[in-house]
């Protein structure tokens, strides 16, 4: 089809290409006419157009078209020629017919583009399949009211902004939708972060290729694992709560600074049949950590009963929780009972360490290691003998009242809370020992079965279940705990001596930890005394209140301490870099303090005077010049200056 524009195409040539037409003066007007209003040539032949009404009727018919405008209509030849592109997507079949000028009509070649090179994967665009809800940019905007869903708005609308928790296993803004702790936040704000405990930078991958007298750098501190579990007890005993202006911390007695350590919102009545709460306290004594548990509405009717704490103040083992005292207060608003116990930061109950309250993926891990039984089962029969030998009754053997302190390491905590609560209800001591065997067999059967103690219903079944898993001895050692005494009342006693061979595998595995731990407390022995030489030489270096003092000028002993300064922190190489190296400090500031005969070379820094000294000299020089910092001080204060 043919443009009214290009004309038609003779039989006998190709069509040519488009060629703009130039524009006709006539047509254009005068820029005198635009600049004057008027053209003093208008008369004298001038050949543009001098009527301003007509050009602008006419403009838009008149304008010149470019060969690429978009009004272009489309060229379609009417004859094939030449040679056709191998890369059109469009292409028509080859069929040889004798004639290169043979005329296709464009139904044949749109059905025919339509069959070649067709992939099935993508689909033409059309107003059909156009989603509605595409929140594409158009033209560099997008619009968002397409895509507006009046469901999750309302959803939205009803959320709290919640804070950002990095602790939480979930961060989904739908899984909590409570209220806060803390206000809603209008503005961002860079969430907070879980506290670095590396003190030192990550430690790099230790060479093999070490010498016998060559260390590295991680020998001469703590591990940073151990170090990170130092640091976060540390800061758990540190915790306090939130100051809120106007609002004085709680506190109780002489312990001050009270934070709760329940997870749990609203308290239920335990083993001790009255509602518990725990926190964890400062003592205005000592200054020390306390555990304080609160037993709620229990009065006190026999003064006698709480002298029964005494008893348990003397029992001191490194597997029962340490009791201090006890006291009654009305602080809470009732009449309530106070027990205070020594605090373990970090610990956890075997309740929630073997049944957590909100499983995950993570929380459920295979059955308990046999030995992690074994030693369980020797650490609570060691603090039974203690206890029972003191004509006592633990009376608190349950998952809930047994504390995991460590790696595999347990605590009988809560003692003495049952002499007090039930004081009046006398009981003999062998019959209470003979329920802390049953108990300690029902906690062992509990962990090894993954049963909580309130659905311990058939022990009999269980007791198979366990023996199905576990060893023979295991079963066996359970039963008996779980048995009632025949001729003769059960013994801790007894029970330690059949577990003995036990007791060794825990013997020798609590030695091996306490020669690794004094293998690193070893590592941090000298960083002590070279602190306390660091702070020393710290005092005594360039103080600037002497400087126009003459009985206290940098020279001397006081100038050498000071190029012996720039001899161990400040060396350079000889490109001039500064050099940093460690062990280079330490050798110097321990040959310093041992004071040996050793000499080193110590030049200023402008290279104009140069000291040989050994070491020995120079202790002497840092004890006469530090003596006289304390004879200063105690002239000015009246008193001596302690810690060095």
């Known amino acids: 089809m043919a443009s009214t524009r290009f004309g038609t195409a003779s039989q006998g040539r190709q069509m040519a290409s488009p060629r703009p037409k130039t524009r006709d003066s006539k047509d254009t007007l005068c820029r005198n006419v635009l600049i004057y209003g008027h053209c003093r040539y208008e008369d004298q032949g001038c050949a543009f157009n001098h ?87 158009i033209n560099g905007t997008s619009d968002t009211s397409l895509g507006f869903d009046p469901f999750m708005s309302s959803v939205s609308q009803g959320l709290q902004s919640t804070q950002y928790n990095p602790y939480a296993e979930e961060h989904n803004p739908l899984a909590g939708t409570g209220a806060s702790y803390y206000g809603a936040q209008n503005t961002y704000s860079t969430p907070s972060q879980p506290l670095q405990y590396h003190l030192y930078y990550p430690l790099a991958p230790i060479r093999e290729s070490l010498q016998p007298y060559q260390r590295a750098a991680s020998e001469l501190f703590l591990p940073e694992s151990l170090r990170e579990d130092l640091q976060k007890k540390s800061e758990a005993a540190r915790q306090v709560l939130a100051s809120q202006p106007g609002v004085q911390s709680p506190s109780l007695q002489q312990y001050h600074s009270l934070v709760p350590l329940d997870i749990k919102l609203k308290n239920t009545p335990g083993i001790f049949g009255l509602p518990t709460w725990v926190w964890k306290a400062t003592s205005r004594k000592n200054g020390n950590v306390y555990c304080l548990r609160r037993v709620e509405g229990f009065r006190l009717t026999n003064e006698d009963a709480i002298k029964a704490v005494n008893s348990w103040k003397k029992i ?114 062998e019959e209470l020992q003979q329920e802390d065997f049953f108990n300690l067999g029902k906690l062992v059967l509990s962990i090894g079965t993954s049963t909580l103690p309130r659905n311990m219903v058939d022990l009999r079944t269980l007791l198979d279940q366990l023996g199905r898993t576990y060893s023979e001895e295991l079963k066996e050692r359970v039963a008996w705990l779980l048995s009632a005494p025949q001729s003769q009342y059960k013994t801790a006693e007894q029970l330690v001596r059949d577990l003995a061979l036990h007791v060794d595998d825990v013997f020798v595995s609590s030695t091996i930890a306490y020669d690794e731990t004094i293998n690193h407390l070893g590592r941090e022995l000298e960083n002590g005394r070279l602190v306390r030489l660091l702070a020393k030489l710290g005092t005594i270096n360039e103080r600037p209140e002497y400087d126009g003092d003459p009985n206290w000028s940098e020279t001397e002993h006081r100038y050498m301490l000071k190029l012996f300064r720039d001899y161990v922190f400040h060396q350079v190489d000889a490109q001039g870099n500064p050099v940093l190296d460690l062990g280079h400090i330490i050798s110097c500031l321990n040959k310093l303090d041992a004071g040996t005969d050793e000499k080193i070379y110590l030049t200023s820094r402008d290279h104009q005077s140069t000291f040989l000294v050994t070491y020995r000299e120079l202790r002497k020089q840092v004890q006469s010049a530090f003596g006289d910092l304390q004879k200063g001080n105690t002239k000015q204060q009246q008193q001596t200056n302690r810690g060095f």
Do not use: M
Not at 102 to 118: N, R
């Open 51 to 137: 009527d301003q009404n007509k050009n602008s009727n006419n403009s838009s018919d008149n304008q010149p078209k470019k060969s690429l405008n978009v009004d272009s209509p489309s060229f379609t030849p009417a004859q094939l020629g030449g040679k056709k592109s191998t890369f059109s997507t469009s292409a028509v079949p080859f069929t040889p017919r004798g004639s290169s000028t043979t005329t296709i009509s464009p139904a044949i070649q749109q059905e025919a583009g339509t069959t070649l090179f067709k992939s099935s994967q993508f689909t033409d665009f059309g107003q059909n399949n156009y989603d509605l809800n595409s929140t594409d940019a």
């Open 316 to 429: 001191i083992h490194p597997n029962i929780v340490t009791t201090v005292e006890a006291f009654t207060t009305r602080d809470f608003n009732d009449s309530s009972l106070v027990f205070v116990h020594s605090y373990h930061p970090l610990s956890k109950t075997l309740a929630e360490h073997h049944f957590p309250a909100t499983p995950t993926r993570f929380s459920r891990p295979g059955p308990v290691v046999e030995k992690v039984l074994w030693s369980y089962l020797v650490q609570l029969s060691s603090a039974l003998r203690v206890i029972h030998k003191a004509k006592l009754a633990a009376r608190c053997i349950d998952i809930s009242k047994v504390i995991l302190t460590d790696k595999n390491r347990i605590r009988l905590s809560a003692c003495s809370i049952f002499d007090v609560i039930n004081f009046e209800a006398h009981r003999r001591v």
